[in-house]
């Protein structure tokens, strides 16, 4: 509240629709950038579903951030020590509790 005998000021509409326009054009910004990585994934996705020769299973890290392929995907993928994989990784949670869908 602006003492007595000083004016007190209102803000004019044009600050206003300048941060309106700010805020809309980066949600525009946002939405465009979520929509891309999305169809990043969907294409990735597409790439991999399409394929006889992949596996997917749950492992837990280990010390030193090794992870394990187990056994039945190894020899259905037919994979020797030394073979090279690429490897997608998808934090399912974090911690070390089991739970029944393990």
Do not use: H
């Amino acid at each position: 509240m602006a003492p007595q005998g000083e004016a007190r000021t209102v803000p004019t509409k044009e600050p206003l629709t300048a941060l309106m326009a700010a805020q809309a054009e980066l949600f525009q910004q946002t939405m465009a950038n979520q929509l891309f990585m999305l169809e990043q994934m969907r294409a990735m996705g597409n790439r991999i579903a399409g394929r006889e020769d992949q596996a997917t299973f749950k492992t837990r890290i280990t010390s030193g951030g090794r992870i394990s392929i187990p056994d039945a995907e190894r020899e259905a993928l037919n994979l020797q020590e030394g073979d090279l994989v690429q490897v997608v990784l998808i934090p399912v949670r974090r911690g070390s509790a089991r739970t029944s869908e393990e």
